[in-house]
């Protein structure tokens, strides 16, 4: 069961999580090791708005603490579990996608 203080304390992980990537590319600016020039000044921008986007729309933070005090307490856990609707969606999208794949490849022999 997530308790109050572990649900607080997963929401105050992500908050920091988010301040160190906007601290990060502040730096990166700031010292002009990235300009808009950069090969990699599109990917970063990319990436930055997947993280966000991943942060924002992620598992329910009270969820992902539930799962975290669930494999603390259970060492059979394995070490990537999937948490939240999100995340079984999209790995029942990647599976359908690998079978369909694999199916083709077995009609072109």
């Not at 590319?25 to 002009?32: A, C, H, L, P």
């Not at 999100?86 to 079978?99: K, N, P, S, V």
């Not at 369909?100 to 009609?107: C, F, I, N």
């Amino acid at each position: 069961m997530v308790t109050p203080s572990t649900a607080k304390r997963t929401r105050q992980l992500v908050t920091e999580t988010q301040r160190r990537l906007t601290d990060t590319r502040r730096r990166i600016e700031t010292n002009g090791w990235l300009t808009q020039w950069s090969h990699y000044a599109t990917a970063l921008a990319q990436a930055d708005d997947r993280v966000a986007a991943g942060i924002a729309n992620g598992a329910n933070p009270a969820a992902v603490a539930d799962a975290i005090v669930a494999a603390v307490d259970d060492p059979t856990t394995p070490a990537r579990v999937l948490v939240g609707e999100d995340a079984l969606a999209r790995w029942d999208e990647f599976r359908r996608a690998l079978i369909k794949l694999w199916q083709a490849e077995q009609v072109s022999e």
